[in-house]
């Protein structure tokens, strides 16, 4: 893929693709040794395959690297549902019904959520953490550069629905129908610390506006409202981190333990 695909898709020329039978004729003995160093031009790092260590200048060629050195990123996992190709090339169009199968029962609802960072980044958490689908006010959102940015192709593999503000308690009354619990994440004088609630597995969070919260209108519709607890000075979370721990939260009750 990377010695073809890659110098098609970009536009380089036939002449100066790297072929795969000169790369197995100049460094045949890595293959059979199964280990294939690589050593960075910025730095006097040796990174080896197959392992989970990083072996720095001289002594590499001293240890076994049998995983007694430091820890490495991983980024990529090809047994998680994604696509590499997805994932290392994202121009790359997605074909329909890719999205992969919601296992989890979490429905967020985003209508209220003004500010494109805060969406992007919610729609980037709830993909991570396998919600089944996020409602957004407008769908056009999806196709803002600043979202994109933030969301970093996660559009591509969730379900996304729209919901206008006005529509907000319509939609949640149809959910209670169809089974839903409906929770709040909002700071009220009756609202449960998140720590100490019990998810339903067929669960709609609605969170509110950056400024005001979720309206009153919308507030009363809740069967319980929830907060993250607090031990600071400043009394709130910006809406995609108390979010987030939100989503969290139910991921760690319903979805780790089933895992």
């Known amino acids: 893929m990377i010695f073809q695909v890659l110098p098609r898709v970009t536009g380089v020329i036939e002449e100066e693709w790297l072929h795969v039978l000169n790369m197995f004729k100049e460094y045949g003995d890595v293959w059979e040794r199964g280990v294939a160093p690589l050593t960075l031009e910025s730095s006097n790092q040796v990174f080896l395959e197959r392992t989970d260590t990083i072996c720095s200048g001289e002594e590499s060629h001293q240890q076994s690297c049998d995983g007694d050195g430091d820890d490495v990123q991983r980024k990529i996992s090809l ?10 090339f994202p121009f790359f169009p997605v074909p329909s019904g890719q999205q992969r199968e919601a296992k989890s029962g979490l429905i967020l609802v985003v209508s209220l959520v003004q500010k494109i960072p805060n969406l992007g980044g919610l729609c980037r958490t709830c993909e991570v953490f396998g919600v089944s689908e996020l409602i957004v ?9 600043e979202f994109q940015s933030l969301s970093v192709t996660a559009e591509k593999w969730m379900v996304i629905s729209e919901v206008k503000v006005r529509s907000i308690p319509k ?3 149809d959910k209670r129908q169809d089974g839903y619990t409906i929770a709040g994440l909002e700071q009220t004088a ?6 100490e609630y019990q998810f339903e597995h067929k669960t709609v969070l609605v969170l509110g506006n950056e400024h005001q919260g979720i309206p009153v209108e919308v507030l009363h519709l809740m069967d319980r409202c929830l907060e993250a607890p607090q031990f600071g000075v400043i009394r709130s979370l910006n809406v995609h981190v108390a979010g987030a721990i939100a989503v ?3 991921t760690k009750q319903h979805l780790l333990h089933h895992s």
């Open 79 to 88: 047994l998680n549902g994604v696509g590499v190709m997805e994932e290392l």
């Open 248 to 250: 969290w939260e139910y």
């Open 137 to 145: 006010d407008n769908l056009s959102i999806l196709q803002d550069k």
């Open 171 to 173: 939609y949640l009354a």
């Open 190 to 195: 009756e609202s449960c610390p998140i720590t």
